[in-house]
């Protein structure tokens, strides 16, 4: 892996490139340090509460094999170790301080769902194989594509012009060849730089930097190198089929299957690959709740194969009903066999108990037609043997015996039979008793349909319950959260704030002369002033501060377990942010300052109403004294 690293410093040199800031970049520094204790590293990492989230998140899918939950950071740390705890720390600062950007081509939502989905791939597979630590895939999983975050960051204009030209899905190779040309530095190249640049495991790098042009890794047969290149393209191929619908799913999922069953350095079956997909989605669910990612979350892996032979058979759900023929006598085996056939059945034969059960399992039929007087496991055992499972449950089981035994035919029926034929077997006889069965095997598939149905809906209300919450707390021009919601959230926090006895601080922000630009440029200016200044103040709050648009140009930012000291740091920084910030509209560039005010509850302040007021006062103070600053009450 050759990377030409003298482009790669003049861009690193400008300053603009994506990297970690706040409590990620503390932990970077501190982790380099061949000195550095647990215990400081800890306490970096308590400064973040949103961070100690994903970190014991972490800790927990790592250390479930131990069945003890695990709720203290020192714990985390010990179980992940300090290079797991970096590589996270560095991934979700960007995925939180990289939301959004300027090139109008680039969707981010779909960007950082699919980082998310590769890396949780990716973990997977390694936790499958063994190559590398599966904490560590995800993160590089997680960063896979940056150097194409970083272009679109770098040269949003350039990059969205590009992207526009080549269409949603170009062609890999030709993306690395027009990326070289326009901007001497290609998106998997400056990927591998970045990794590189931040410490990231080599091999990692490696695998991501190969998995598209695979044949120049030269990595040996049975390696870790090519077991990790074939799980980062099979990490590529998951995350793509996750997101798609339909008929483009169809197509990729089958592909998918071929490429997991022919790598021979993952030795994946259609069952293990099937366990990771279920893995993914259910996890794709969480960490998106947990990075506030938009999610949707594919059906399972059965019902996406499911439908994908449906799709290309061209055959509807319960028209060829699955059997399975288990008859000792080969003769008899393919006289049954040969009817169903005639009759529109999907059959599958098996010459005794043994190997019906494994049949069944494999095939999970609908209709089982089982001879009693098989060798080994005979019928009456093996329906009994299948009715205690969840898949014989809902199964039509057809017995064939000989004549006469009363005592053994009861046996059958305790057993779970449904209806049962004498031999020597009459074709018009089978062939009305398997109708009976179909009828009942079809309307067994018509309920599981509408129990899939309703869960589908079920899901959809909650979902349309879920955004029309969202909708009556959100503002709509900014995307911060509205009046309705910050006063909910700060009686939250004042209870917290109660009973955990630590402190809480709260800023109120409005712009300065804010008329003045509506007046002056018109109301669709103001509107783009006030949504990209917005977008400044939030890309320079950490992660557990909650920024709330209160109406008109003013706002709230509610700081739980934020002293004094640190609430006047974080008040600075916004006001210099803003400062610098110059907003590009059709009447030409407008800058815009804010004033702010800044209170933190200490012993004299009794309600949280008086907490507010220390805020608006202090507000006011920076107002009547010049504007563009911050203010503090002055008793």
């Not at 960051?153 to 890999?172: I, K, N, V």
């Amino acid at each position: 892996m050759d990377l030409e690293l003298k482009k790669f410093e003049q861009i690193k040199a400008t300053g603009e490139l994506p990297s970690p800031k706040g409590v990620a970049l503390s932990i970077i520094r501190l982790t380099q340090r061949d000195d550095v204790s647990a215990l400081e590293l800890e306490h970096a990492i308590k400064s973040d509460p949103a961070f100690v989230g994903r970190l014991l998140k972490a800790a927990n899918a790592a250390g479930r094999a131990n069945g003890r939950p695990i709720v203290a950071i020192a714990d985390a740390l010990n179980v992940l170790g300090m290079a797991v705890v970096r590589n996270l720390a560095l991934s979700f600062s960007l995925v939180s301080g990289y939301r959004k950007g300027n090139c109008p081509n680039f969707d981010f939502d779909q960007f950082w769902n699919r980082s998310l989905l590769t890396g949780l791939t990716f973990q997977e597979i390694n936790r499958h194989s063994g190559a590398v630590n599966p904490e560590e895939a995800f993160c590089c999983g997680l960063l896979a594509d940056v150097g194409r975050l970083a272009l679109a960051t770098l040269y949003p204009q350039a990059y969205s012009q590009l992207l526009e030209e080549l269409g949603g899905d170009a062609d890999p190779v030709l993306l690395h060849e027009r990326e070289e040309a326009l901007f001497a530095l290609a998106n998997d190249d400056l990927t591998a730089a970045m990794l590189t640049d931040w410490g990231l495991p080599k091999q990692l790098i490696e695998s991501l930097y190969y998995r598209l042009q695979p044949e120049r890794s030269q990595f040996s047969v049975g390696s870790r190198g090519e077991k990790l290149v074939a799980g980062a393209i099979l990490a590529a191929q998951v995350a793509d089929v996750c997101q798609l619908e339909g008929d483009a799913r169809g197509e990729r999922l089958a592909k998918l299957g071929e490429l997991a069953e022919s790598s021979t350095a993952l030795a994946l079956t259609q069952e293990a690959l099937g366990r990771v997909v279920d893995a993914v989605a259910a996890q794709w669910r969480d960490w998106g709740e947990t990075l506030q990612l938009k999610v949707k979350v594919p059906p399972s892996f059965s019902q996406m194969m499911t439908a994908a032979v449906v799709q290309a058979t061209g055959t509807e759900g319960g028209t060829g009903l699955r059997v399975l023929v288990a008859l000792g006598d080969k003769g008899e085996r393919q006289q049954v066999a040969a009817l169903l056939h005639g009759l529109g059945y999907n059959t599958a034969e098996a010459q005794d108990g043994e190997m019906a059960l494994e049949a069944a399992l494999d095939m999970q039929p609908q209709i089982l037609v089982a001879d009693a007087a098989m060798t080994g496991i005979d019928g009456i055992r093996l329906i009994r043997a299948l009715r205690e499972t969840k898949l014989g449950r809902a199964m039509y089981m057809l017995l064939l015996t000989t004549a006469g035994d009363e005592d053994r035919l009861v046996e059958a029926y305790e057993a779970g039979a449904d209806d049962y034929l004498v031999k020597p077997l009459k074709e018009r006889v089978l062939a009305a008793r398997l109708r009976a069965g179909a009828r009942v095997a079809e309307l067994q598939v018509e309920v599981e349909r509408d129990q899939r149905e309703m869960k589908h809906f079920a899901a959809e209300l909650a979902v349309s319950n879920r955004r029309l919450h969202e909708a009556s707390v959100t503002d709509p021009l900014t995307g911060f959260y509205n009046r309705r919601y910050a006063l909910e959230r700060l009686e939250q926090e004042w209870a917290a704030s109660n009973r955990s006895k630590k402190p809480l601080s709260c800023l109120v922000i409005d712009f300065d002369r804010f008329k003045e630009i509506n007046d002056g440029y018109g109301h669709d200016v103001g509107d783009k002033v006030l949504a990209e200044v917005a977008g400044v103040l939030q890309q320079n709050l950490r992660t557990n501060d909650v920024i709330c648009r209160m109406g008109g140009d003013e706002f709230l930012v509610i700081s739980p377990d934020t002293d004094s000291e640190s609430m006047r740091a974080c008040a600075l920084r916004l006001l210099a942010a803003v400062e610098q910030s110059v907003i590009d509209t059709p009447r030409g560039p407008v800058r815009c300052g804010v004033s702010i005010g800044v209170a933190t509850r200490d012993a004299g302040t009794a309600t949280l109403a008086m907490l507010m007021k220390a805020a608006d006062e202090g507000m006011y103070q920076a107002k009547i004294s010049g504007r563009r600053r911050i203010g503090e009450r002055f008793d």
